[in-house]
């Protein structure tokens, strides 16, 4: 193995091995090539910041009758392409500093197992399929209520400011720490007191989260029978899968994965004939709360079963389904181009008074668009398997900042799907049952009754669009992915197959969103389970032992009564349930951003990098000024549309009152059930917002010492010599092509010299 | 021909890609890293899993060490 350098910045030589190969480029030579600027060059990048100067302007600034979804397209990729070339380009040149000399935890912990090196392409997909699920597809259809404008500016600048860069910086952090995770930079970072907040933090928000995609499940699954048996079917399916891997054929995941794709859409075009029959009827339309249960059920029992049978297979299933999905309607969203007929900004950006969720556009659209924008729970995903596979430093931004830039992505399509369909349908969707009565009735009365203009729903609109979807209602059918779902096959069926496709693309979407939505409630439990046995292993050693089956199996099922506890809570919630639990899920996603981005300044400042600070200071302060305040309105309003005690004062003198009925409440036991559960939901705000300062003060002292003390102490793993060499981006340079080429021409056996453990 | 061989190139890359992707190239990957272990004789080689076994193993392993999937 190569002499290690012994600081982390320039090794005196640039090493050639194994013979005279180069594994990095020369760093001049890399600088000469970025600013070199060919008439070629400045040509495409000047079509594209005009072609995205263009569709601002049409999304801004015109403002016509409609607008063209194809200019949320273009605005998007044009920026992100700046974003990605400029910025992540200055990232990386003044903060990150990637040294392709160095090897990477890949190599030089090599096991060929947890730590392999991995193509940087493969690696890309591999990592945004672990970012990307339900969030991005969620957010952005509750926020359409405020105008298409509003969550468009903030996804594609958040994720360019934001976002992508707290996912490139942990991903290259952990990465120098041999792949760390958040939990354990936090400690290292900014002690006891900070890292303690910080793990206690990542745990109640991982309850949350998976506790309100459970929810996002249960509103798609509820009084429908098509949904219930096509993603009831996905549990045979993984079973089937699983075995085959297991005992029949070990290894071959692609074919099984065609197999388990095929059976699965069995699984949709089945569940259209099931629907349709007595039995159907009778023994698959269940109310919310027989669904929820059969989801705790069941998270319980995944949870406890070997990875191999249920987790592994379905996994592959999500990917599979993720990537051929989103391609899919982007496909479909350039060619059919649907027009948007959405105001830029509507009034409930200003008033608060939204039917979907409650609040005004500060802070509000922040926390309801957190994937997408910026995400607190990548932190945990990049810093848990991506970093232990990346081949090269300078990989880290195409993986990290490109990986964010691509989920961005994916929600400013689902935020076009969501605008594309008619407004009155929207909102006849997202009024939660207590504001519509559930009934086609109640919805048309509502939504005229909120006097916007062009919207004029009628009956037959909701109940033809039921039946084009194959459902028996779509009255307040919250939580997004119904919403999505219609969109998805409105602009699909334009493509293939007409309305009399619609229920399938309906359907499809709606497996697609339960697919992956189950595996981040499995696969949450699941490292929530670890997480409280290691904090309970302070306490009682034995649970410690993972292996423990009955600490094991008290863990899980502890986690599981929490999220459990809250999706019965949002289930039964007699004001609606997500509109008052979707916040909750937002501040605590962007809180984890925020602890994330705090982990970040230490670091950057322990480099001793301040001038180039506020590239992180920027976004934590967005992220702390955006949630902490969302959080003080939640607990300190005196709206009780928007503050829990508010609303929790409200019904308890109600009831004091001797009242019987309240607001949306019916009964006395609906009103103690809001009594309930605004406590539950003030104590919790509350929990959240003081360790997420606690974590931030911790992280603005470790800054200030590290600048007092000027010192350059580092917790990094010690630099090791690289052996091989890959190109970093998607596209090679010619400088990467030139010296790829040498490595090509090298005989295979002299290849491979990775030394490991 | 030549469009015919294009056509294959590529199919042969994305049919790399999805294996890549999901995972299936592991027990190569492995393969490849003991095969080099041995070779450099820096350790004291472990005796290599057959395929079935390294499978099991890697979802064994996932059972002890589970990976968070995003929201």
């Keep these: 193995m190569g002499a290690a350098s012994s600081t982390t910045e320039e090794p005196t030589v640039l090493k050639r091995v194994p013979h005279d190969l180069a594994v990095a480029l020369n760093p001049e030579e890399l600088d000469a090539h970025d600013r070199r600027w060919t008439p070629l060059k400045v040509a495409i990048w000047s079509v594209i910041s005009l072609l995205g100067g263009l569709s601002w302007v049409m999304l801004a600034v015109v403002r016509g009758e409609t607008v063209n979804a194809i200019w949320f397209v273009f605005a998007a990729i044009c920026t992100y392409l700046i974003g990605y070339r400029f910025y992540s380009k200055f990232i990386e040149k003044h903060i990150v500093r990637p040294d392709d000399r160095r090897a990477t935890p890949a190599e030089y912990k090599a096991d060929g197992k947890d730590f392999a090196a991995t193509d940087r392409r493969v690696l890309f997909g591999h990592h945004f399929a672990a970012i990307a699920g339900a969030g991005p597809l969620v957010g952005p259809v509750l926020a359409a209520q405020m105008g298409y404008l509003p969550g468009t500016i903030w996804i594609i600048v958040g994720v360019v400011l934001a976002g992508a860069v707290q996912d490139y910086l942990i991903l290259h952090f952990s990465m120098r720490r041999g792949g760390r995770s958040l939990g354990q930079m936090a400690r290292d970072e900014l002690g006891v007191i900070g890292g303690t907040a910080a793990l206690i933090a990542t745990l109640v928000i991982m309850v949350i989260i998976v506790a309100i995609l459970a929810l996002v499940v249960t509103n798609a699954l509820a009084e429908s029978p098509w949904g219930v048996f096509s993603v009831g079917m996905t549990i045979p399916i993984a079973l089937f899968m699983g075995c085959y891997l297991r005992f029949f054929r070990p290894g071959k995941i692609t074919e099984i994965s065609i197999i388990g794709f095929v059976l699965l859409i069995a699984a949709i075009v089945g569940g259209g004939m099931v629907a349709g029959t007595d039995w159907g009827q009778t023994y698959l339309l269940l109310d919310k709360v027989t669904i929820a249960w059969g989801i705790i059920i069941y998270g319980f029992i995944a949870a406890i079963l070997p990875v191999w049978l249920l987790l592994a297979p379905r996994d592959y299933l999500s990917t599979f389904m993720k990537i051929g999905t989103i391609g899919m309607l982007a496909v479909a969203i350039v060619i059919i181009r649907p027009e948007i007929n959405v105001p830029a900004v509507s009034g409930f950006a200003t008033t608060g008074t939204g039917p979907v969720v409650a609040g005004t556009l500060f802070p509000f659209l922040f926390v309801t668009i957190a994937c997408g924008a910026l995400s607190g729970f990548h932190a945990l995903i990049a810093s848990g398997t991506t970093p232990k596979l990346i081949q090269k430093e300078r990989q880290t931004r195409f993986i990290g900042y490109g990986g964010m830039l691509m989920e961005s992505l994916v929600a400013v399509m689902a935020l076009v799907a969501a605008l594309s369909i008619d407004r009155g349908i929207y909102f006849a969707m997202n009024a939660s049952p207590a504001l519509t009565g559930g009934t086609v009735q109640g919805a048309v009365a509502f939504v005229n009754s909120l006097g916007l203009t062009g919207v004029n729903l009628t009956p037959s609109m909701l109940t033809d669009m039921a039946t084009n979807v194959g459902e028996e209602s779509i009255v307040s059918r919250t939580g997004g992915a119904p919403t999505l779902a219609v969109g998805l096959s409105h602009i699909m069926q334009q493509l293939v197959g007409g309305t009399s496709m619609m229920s399938f693309w309906y359907h499809f979407a709606i497996m697609f969103e339960a697919l992956f939505i189950l595996t981040a409630v499995d696969a949450g439990t699941r490292v929530a389970r670890f997480m409280l046995q290691d904090s309970l292993g302070n306490f009682f050693p034995k649970f410690k032992n993972t292996s423990w089956r009955p600490g094991a199996w008290a863990a899980t099922a502890i986690m599981v009564a929490a999220w459990g506890a809250v999706l019965l809570m949002g289930v039964t919630d007699p004001l609606g349930g997500i509109n008052t639990l979707f916040p909750l899920f937002g501040i605590a996603n962007q809180l984890l951003a925020a602890i994330a981005l705090a982990v970040c300044m230490a670091i950057v400042a322990k480099r001793g990098l301040f001038k180039y600070l506020w590239v992180v200071a920027l976004p934590l302060g967005f992220a702390a000024v955006v949630t902490i305040s969302a959080s003080f309105l939640k607990i300190f309003s005196t709206t009780p549309g928007i503050g829990y005690f508010a609303q929790n004062r409200a019904f308890s003198e109600a009831l004091s009152s001797g009242e019987t009925s309240f607001g949306t409440a019916p009964s006395v036991l609906a009103m103690e059930a809001v009594v309930r559960n605004t406590m539950v939901q003030g104590v919790l705000s509350i929990v959240f917002v003081v360790l997420a300062i606690i974590v931030i003060l911790t992280a603005i002292q470790a800054t200030v010492r590290a600048y007092r003390n000027q010192s350059s102490a580092t917790s990094e793993d010690e630099a090791v010599q690289s052996q091989i060499y890959a190109p970093a981006g998607f596209i090679m340079t010619p400088p990467e092509k030139v010296l790829q080429a040498e490595w090509d021409a090298l005989p295979v056996h002299k290849k491979i010299t990775i030394e490991g453990h | ?71």
């Excluded at chain 2, 290599?48 to 995003?70: A, H, I, S, V």
Aim: proline share 3%; charged share 25%.
């Design chain 2, 1 to 71: 021909m030549t469009l015919l061989a294009g056509v294959r190139k590529g199919a042969r890359g994305v049919a790399w890609y999805l294996k890549g992707l999901l995972g299936e190239d592991a027990y190569e990957k492995y393969v490849a890293h003991h095969e080099a272990d041995a070779a450099s004789g820096a350790h004291a080689a472990h005796p290599l899993m057959t395929e079935r076994e390294f499978w099991r193993d890697q979802t064994d392993r996932q059972d002890q060490n589970p990976q968070g999937r995003c929201c």
